[in-house]
């Protein structure tokens, strides 16, 4: 496995990173761009490439599964497929199959080339390492959304995820531009379809979101917040805006 050394830099020359030196540009000029449609999958033979998504949105399961089985996590622009593989990882060649959940924009980069600019440039390292860090916090998100015992918080907690991740703020209220299935959110939370139902209709009863054709609004971020009866998470202020 190759080692990948980081030569020293200053704080202000990492902070004044230029567009040249980030991960998707380098990409966008030495990658070979892909595009798939709707429901096509994707399925990474070899760990001789790595993947970033330009447009989109793409879930990852288990090679094997049914396209209905439980999705592992859904990922979006700017964020990286295969990248795993950097770090030497021994899993099989066929264990992760990636679904385009939208039309989807993919760039493909050699390892090989990746590799290279990594160990000439601390600026393209320094992204990688922002940009692996942020992935694994969506699995964090995953384990403390488990850690709640009542499944009014797990549809609120999980709510509250995808808004910050993928909501856009409208007036005082947030909207989730991903396409969020009741199946999804139940694979997610460990509930049945039937009880992510249940718990959504409550929600939008008391106005706090409504829920049309896959789309969610958030009306009250604050309230949806103040809902929770476990504060496993506490901290919501950029959701909030505060």
């Not at 859904?74 to 497929?81: A, D, K, N």
């Not at 379809?193 to 009863?205: A, H, P």
């Amino acid at each position: 496995m190759r080692t990948i050394r980081l030569t020293s830099v200053s704080v202000t020359l990492v902070n004044e990173m230029k567009e040249a030196e980030t991960l998707s540009n380098l990409f966008h000029k030495r990658g070979t761009r892909e595009v798939l449609q709707k429901a096509d999958r994707l399925a990474v033979l070899n760990f001789n490439d790595v993947y970033i998504i330009d447009l989109g949105f793409v879930s990852s399961r288990l090679a094997g599964s049914s396209s209905k089985a439980r999705r592992r996590y859904i990922h979006t622009r700017g964020e990286l497929l295969n990248v795993d593989t950097i770090a030497g990882s021994d899993m099989r060649r066929n264990d992760i199959v990636f679904e385009m959940l939208s039309d989807v924009v993919l760039y493909k980069l050699p390892m090989d080339v990746l590799l290279h600019e990594m160990e000439t440039n601390a600026s393209l390292a320094m992204d990688m390492v922002r940009r692996v860090v942020r992935q694994n916090g969506y699995i964090k998100q995953r384990v403390e959304n488990l850690s709640y015992t009542f499944a009014s918080d797990k549809l609120i907690y999980r709510l509250l995820c995808v808004a910050q991740r993928f909501g856009q703020r409208r007036g005082t209220s947030i909207v989730v531009t991903k396409p969020v299935s009741h199946r999804e959110i139940a694979s997610f939370t460990n509930l049945t379809r039937e009880s992510v139902t249940r718990e959504m209709n409550k929600l939008v009863e008391r106005g706090l979101v409504s829920y049309e054709k896959e789309v969610v609004t958030i009306h009250d971020p604050a309230g949806l917040v103040n809902a929770l009866y476990q504060p496993v998470r506490t901290d919501w202020s950029g959701l909030l805006g505060r």
